[in-house]
């Protein structure tokens, strides 16, 4: 169907098409752009990625019929969403920005009476794209449960001895010095803890699985005990400060990449995640003052 085919149509019609025009075109160079990133490790992954391009771009193909313009695509977006393919993985790069397109999913609606097409490729943006990426097959979200193990263990149980020892010791070096011993220690065992349950499990990616865990857990250890190094020794106070402000942008961020990723609720596991971590900091704080102050340690 050509231009001269189509109604007449008003200028805010033009104007939204356009919007929509250029979005799918930069789509399109994106989910191929994606493809080519991960074509050698997973072609199949990489077909999935090169039909759904072939669906935006044959939805740009019908918003140019109105428009008879052609579009170009967002270069600042391309190159943003394929780092973060590379930086966060695929999946979530490519499923976070199908959630951006339900907001420019509203206006199709103002389009139903002027624009015929405008209810089917919405029921495409709504069903049939889902779907292609719910094929997506990505082999770092086969071990978020070991990176949830090692994240949560390392929350846990670290903010509460950091908390614990703050109140305790009062010494930002003494502090930093004690969390390096029990974080080293602890990311070992929860690591090889890991490795000897997935072997009784019979599985074969027992390695894989503990060096998830294992690392999750160590950058987890580095994060909270990085105020603790930086700042005076004096200044526990803001070292604690800081450390509760690190651990709710933690899990924040991984609750937030592991909810689009996987498609689950952020706001349930946020607060889960948070109310335990935060809960057993407060709890350590009373047992570090309490010890403190019934044996008499000063340090």
């Known amino acids: 169907m050509t231009k001269q085919e189509h109604r007449p149509i008003s200028e805010k019609t ?5 919007r929509l025009q250029r979005n799918e075109c930069t789509e399109q160079l994106i989910y191929n752009r994606v493809a080519d990133l991960v074509e050698k490790k997973s072609p199949a992954n990489a077909a999935v990625l090169r039909q759904v391009a072939d669906e935006e771009g044959r939805h740009a193909k019908i918003w140019q019929s109105y428009t008879g313009t052609q ?12 780092l973060a393919a590379r930086l966060l993985g695929f999946t979530f790069a490519m499923k976070q920005m199908e959630n951006g397109e339900e907001k420019a999913q509203r206006i199709y609606a103002d389009l139903y009476a002027e624009i015929p ?36 263990d390392a929350l846990v149980e670290l903010t509460g001895t950091l908390a614990g020892l703050t109140f305790a010791m009062q010494n930002n070096r003494l502090v930093a010095l004690s969390g390096l011993i029990t974080g080293a220690s602890a990311t070992l065992s929860m690591a090889s803890s890991e490795y000897l349950s997935a072997r009784s499990e019979g599985r074969g990616d027992a390695l894989k699985s503990s060096s998830y865990t294992g690392i999750a857990y160590l950058l987890t250890v580095a994060l909270l005990i990085l105020p603790y190094l930086l700042l005076p020794a004096g200044a526990w106070l803001a070292s604690l400060a800081i450390l509760l402000v690190t651990v709710v942008l933690i899990i924040a961020g991984f609750t937030y990449y592991v909810s689009v990723a996987q498609g689950l609720s952020f706001r349930r596991r946020f607060s889960e995640m948070a109310a335990i971590s935060l809960g057993v900091a407060v709890i350590s704080f009373v047992i570090g003052l309490l010890v403190k102050q019934f044996l008499g340690i000063d340090l």
């Not at 719910?134 to 082999?139: A, S, V, W, Y």
């Open 71 to 82: 579009a170009q695509p967002n270069l600042h977006k391309v190159r943003r969403t394929v």
């Open 117 to 152: 097409e405008a209810a089917a490729i919405r029921a495409d943006e709504e069903r049939h794209e889902a779907a292609l990426l719910e094929l997506l097959d990505e082999e770092r979200l086969h071990y978020v449960g070991s990176m949830v193990l090692g994240l949560n």
């Open 14 to 18: 033009r104007a939204l098409l356009e």
